[in-house]
């Protein structure tokens, strides 16, 4: 019923700055809380950062607080992660997903519906 698309991925050298697009379809994205994971090569899947579509208040993980940034387009169903001073260890495949109604922000069980994910590494 709703399909993410994610995109933006690719090679940035440590420290530069990346953005990750995700857009929505086939559900209107102001009804939906986001959130942004990543998962690393032989690692679980971690938590990145959230945002409510409503007002836009964001969350994030301890890792990435104060380098990266969560904002949303709502008339364009789309949302964005902007990755600044990047490290090797944010390299992953970043994944945007719908938040369940009435869950919670921090786990993979508390969104619905996920992208296809897009690639982001990091060279040092």
């Known amino acids: 019923q709703v399909q993410l698309v994610e995109s933006g991925g690719g090679l940035v050298q440590a420290g530069g700055s990346l953005r990750l697009s995700c857009v929505a379809s086939?559900?209107?994205?102001?009804?939906?809380?986001m959130g942004w994971f990543r998962q690393a090569p032989g690692k679980e899947r971690e938590w990145v950062a959230s945002?409510?579509?409503?007002?836009?208040?964001?969350h994030y993980a301890d890792s990435v607080k104060g380098r990266f940034t969560a904002s949303r387009d709502s008339a364009k169903n789309t949302v964005y992660l902007q990755m600044n001073s990047v490290k090797p260890d944010d390299t992953g495949v970043y994944y945007c997903?719908?938040?369940?109604?009435?869950?919670?922000?921090?786990?993979?069980?508390?969104?619905?519906?996920w992208g296809q994910g897009t690639q982001v590494t990091v060279s040092s």
């Open positions: 086939g559900r209107s994205f102001k009804l939906y809380g």
């Open positions: 997903a719908t938040r369940r109604i009435g869950s919670g922000w921090h786990y993979g069980t508390d969104y619905h519906y």
């Open positions: 945002i409510s579509m409503n007002g836009g208040v964001t």
